[in-house]
């Protein structure tokens, strides 16, 4: 499947399946008033469980640092254990710079692909 080939609440979808496959319990915003937040998860294990905003880029460039920014903003107001933003394309150098030390994750294409190697069996 070409993930910049489906449609962005396709590639939410997407996305949500494999975060649930990987333990989380994932779970699909509204379309509207969402405030850049498109997957909420919970992780519910002790100690490492939490709260994690997903936003989620079905892109064939770069994410620049702006959106970087506005996720990190999501992230410190809904109290959150951390912020991840997927897409399907890159990230710029600045946008990686911002997230460095912050509980930003950023997972690009190929990252992404290798993280959904189990799921995509079943695609």
Same mark, same amino acid.
């Given at each position: 499947m070409d993930? #910049?080939?489906i449609s962005p609440i396709d590639f %939410?979808? @997407?996305t949500q399946t494999v975060l649930n496959s990987m333990g989380l319990v994932a779970e699909l915003t509204k379309k509207t008033g969402d405030g850049g937040i498109d997957i909420i998860a919970y992780n519910k &294990?002790? =100690?490492i469980g939490g709260k994690y905003i997903i936003q989620c880029k079905r892109y064939n460039g770069s994410v620049g640092e702006p959106i970087i920014r506005d996720l990190y $903003? =999501? =992230?410190c107001s809904e109290r959150a254990n #951390? $912020?991840?933003l997927i897409t399907t394309g890159t990230f710029? &150098?600045?946008a990686k710079k911002f997230a460095l030390d912050k509980q930003i994750e @950023?997972?690009?294409g190929l990252s992404l692909i290798h993280?959904? %190697?189990p799921t995509r069996r079943s695609w």
């Open positions: 993930m #910049k080939a %939410e979808k @997407l &294990q002790p =100690v $903003g =999501v =992230v #951390k $912020g991840i710029t &150098q600045s @950023l997972i690009d993280i959904s %190697e």
